[in-house]
């Protein structure tokens, strides 16, 4: 039976285990030099809707490491953008690809591909969710802390689809989670209160960001405007100023946390130049772990 990743919400912590150990034997097989292809002769199809460079380039460059091949396909260039359904797109592609990896806006449109497609299906991102980017996120915290069980999550800023898998991942691990978002950007509702019931730890939503990094291990923030929320910009600057994660907002969380950002950052507006680029940051480590931890799934799943 074929699997997909569409959220971690589908994930049970046996799950997170299983790829964080395999992202972590791979990571050191890589550094180490060691040839390891356990996907030659298969291909991943990976179809953007939006823009991006760090799931792009993690996804094809992972393929290739792992001995396969990733081939980029636009909507634009094909005949999804001139109105193929994903219903026939999704079967036609099930019979020339080993999996595919869909960047797009719809959450729909990923679980309708899923429905119909006769292998895995993988989430890059969705405006609802980015379950790739939070598995990398805990991998990093795994990798800086030695362990994320008990520990207090901060994230301050939109409530938007990091948001709400940081919600769906609190809901399945031991984690504390304290968002801080202003009045009318709180993360999901629906997402927000299963969670509340679910998680052990519990998920916290502040107005103040001083509430919700205090006594925090990892402080979290994301840009105030996403990709299609460009004319959104100007209100949204205005709205999010007290969010800004700077010095003062650092010093009220614990000594050793670590900042995290799943980039692109604005330097200045949600995050300040001497946080981000700080001995704090840990961003640069989150970054490269997209690869690793994508790798992972990829062979998990294929």
Known sequence: MKK???????????????????????????????????????????IFDKSSTRTRIS?????????????????RDTQIGRGESIQDT???????LNAIMIRTYAQEAVEEFARYAAIPVINGLTDLLHPCQILSDL?????????????KIAYIGD???VANSWVNAAARLPIRLALACPEGYEPNAFIYERAAKAAKEGVFLHRDPADAVEQADVIYTDVW?????????????????????????????????????????????EITADVLDGPQSVVIDQAENRLHVQKAILEILM
């Open 59 to 75: 996804f094809e460059v992972g393929m290739f490491q792992l001995g396969g091949i990733a081939l980029f396909l636009s909507s």
């Open 225 to 269: 405007a996403s990709m299609g929320q460009e004319a959104q910009k100007a209100k949204r600057a205005d709205v999010f100023k007290p969010y800004q994660v700077n010095r003062e907002l650092v010093a009220r969380a614990k000594k050793d946390a670590i900042v995290m950002h799943c980039l692109p950052a604005h330097r200045g507006e």
């Open 139 to 151: 991998f990093t915290i795994l990798e800086k802390k030695g362990a994320y069980e008990g520990l």
């Open 90 to 96: 999704a079967r036609i592609m099930s019979r020339y």
């Open 4 to 46: 997909d990743l569409l959220s971690v919400y589908d994930l049970d912590p046996a799950d997170f285990r299983v790829i964080f150990e395999k992202a972590a034997r791979l990571k050191k097989m890589l550094k180490a030099g060691e040839y390891h292809a356990p996907l030659k002769g298969k291909t991943l199809g990976m």
């Open 159 to 161: 409530g938007n689809n």
